[in-house]
Each structure stands twice: as structure tokens, then as C-alpha cells.
T-cell receptor, first 114, second 114 residues
Framework: AQSVTQLDSHVSVSEGTPVLLRCNYS??????LFWYVQHPNKGLQLLLK??????LVKGINGFEAEFKKSETSFHLTKPSAHMSDAAEYFC????????????FGPGTRLSVLP | NAGVTQTPKFQVLKTGQSMTLQCAQD?????MYWYRQDPGMGLRLIYY???????DKGEVPNGYNVSRLNKREFSLRLESAAPSQTSVYFC?????????????FGDGTRLSIL
């Protein structure tokens, strides 16, 4: 069975400093992995996806994530945080053989301090 | 470029009332999904429809029913609302269930049951 762990429920950074949001997954098959962002009172927006091509994936708004199979990790990073990055971030794993299984992590709330 | 549209955006019900949440997508996607989002629990799958004419239970189906009206529309019905169903409901679509493609989300329906 698939599962996702987001190691931090809340991360706080200062504007202009790097962002690291951690995600570990469990999957018995070749997974697809996604990061979504949710701003307050909004729906979920896709940031980036990994689907077995390049292990370093670039997304929107300067975010990127690296797929590390040996560590079963898919951490999200950004070199320099902006105030507009404050939101909830969800890591998601999906196995193509069970396409309807789109398993969400519990989320990490990112706060950006001025 | 509407994507996934949910109606209504907000609703307050009394215990025991019934209600249907509507969802429509204009991306010609085969698969559609209903989730609920509760604090600290990420998103949990209620029902999904892998393709037109099929529906299946997700993780938390009790108290809900769904109808895949056509390829575009997928509705969620609460027959007798309970306070435990107070939540934010998201509809999503995907090109097809058994794929490595992401899901696309609507902006959500915020439902309160008194």
C-alpha cells in the first residue's frame, strides 16, 4: 500500500531564505509523485510532478523537488522564500497500476516572516 | 479556461437536510473524484468515477452518494446531513485513472451542518 509522510506539520522561514519541505513515501511499485499548494480558502494547485523522467523536477514559482529512490524521499525546495509562498503544501503519491489511489500527505503549513 | 467548477461555494444546512454538490470539468477528462478536507487530515477520498458510467467507493463513503451524470459532471449527495459532515469538499478530475497524470482541483465547497 502507498503512504506519504510529511515530516513537519509547520515550517517557518524568513523572507529571502531557503525553503525545505520534507516528504517521504512508501510504494511497492514505481510511483508518480506530486506537490500541490493550497492558499487560504482556495483549491489545490499543482506545483510540480515526478513521473520517472528526470529525478530533479522544476515546478512553478521557483520550486523544485528531487526524487531519491534510495531514501524514498521527494523533498520540496526553493532558494529564496517570498511572502506569497505562505500556504499549505501537500505531497502526493500515486501508483499507475492503482491510478485511482492518489494518496495525500497530511500537509505542511509554510509561514514566511518579513 | 474554467477547469473544474464546483457549486455552491458555501452552504449551511441543518441536521437531517439533504443537499447535492455539483461538479463539472471542461478538460475532457475521463476520471473524476470527490474529497473532503478536515484540519490535520489532508484530503480523504469519498468516491471516484474512473470513467463515465462507473463509480467506486473511496476511503470515507458512508453518508454520501454520487452520480456521474455524463463525462463532464459528477455530483455528490448528502441524503441526511450530520454535523460530522461539516467539511470542505473538493472535486477533482484526471485525464484517466490509471495514468501518471495529476489531478486538477476545483476551488471547493465549504459546508457547515448545524
Amino acid at each position: 500500500a502507498q503512504s506519504v509522510t510529511q515530516l513537519d506539520s509547520h515550517v517557518s522561514v524568513s523572507e529571502g531564505t531557503p525553503v525545505l519541505l520534507r516528504c517521504n513515501y512508501s510504494s511497492s511499485y514505481s510511483p508518480s509523485l506530486f506537490w500541490y499548494v493550497q492558499h487560504p480558502n482556495k483549491g489545490l494547485q499543482l506545483l510540480l510532478k515526478y513521473t520517472s523522467a528526470a529525478t530533479l523536477v522544476k515546478g512553478i514559482n521557483g520550486f523544485e523537488a528531487e526524487f531519491k529512490k534510495s531514501e524514498t524521499s521527494f523533498h520540496l525546495t526553493k532558494p529564496s522564500a517570498h511572502m506569497s509562498d505562505a500556504a499549505e503544501y501537500f505531497c502526493v503519491v500515486s501508483e499507475t497500476r492503482y491510478g485511482q489511489n492518489f494518496v495525500f500527505g497530511p500537509g505542511t503549513r509554510l509561514s514566511v516572516l518579513p | 479556461n474554467a477547469g473544474v467548477t464546483q457549486t455552491p461555494k458555501f452552504q449551511v444546512l441543518k441536521t437531517g437536510q439533504s443537499m447535492t454538490l455539483q461538479c463539472a470539468q471542461d478538460m475532457n477528462h475521463n476520471s473524476m473524484y470527490w474529497y473532503r478536507q478536515d484540519p490535520g487530515m489532508g484530503l480523504r477520498l469519498i468516491y471516484y468515477s474512473a470513467s463515465e458510467g462507473t463509480t467506486d467507493k473511496g476511503e470515507v463513503p458512508n453518508g454520501y452518494n454520487v452520480s456521474r451524470l455524463n463525462k463532464r459532471e459528477f455530483s455528490l449527495r448528502l441524503e441526511s446531513a450530520a454535523p460530522s459532515q461539516t467539511s470542505v469538499y473538493f472535486c477533482a478530475s484526471r485525464s484517466k485513472a490509471n495514468s501518471n497524470q495529476p489531478q486538477h482541483f476545483g476551488d471547493g465547497t465549504r459546508l457547515s451542518i448545524l
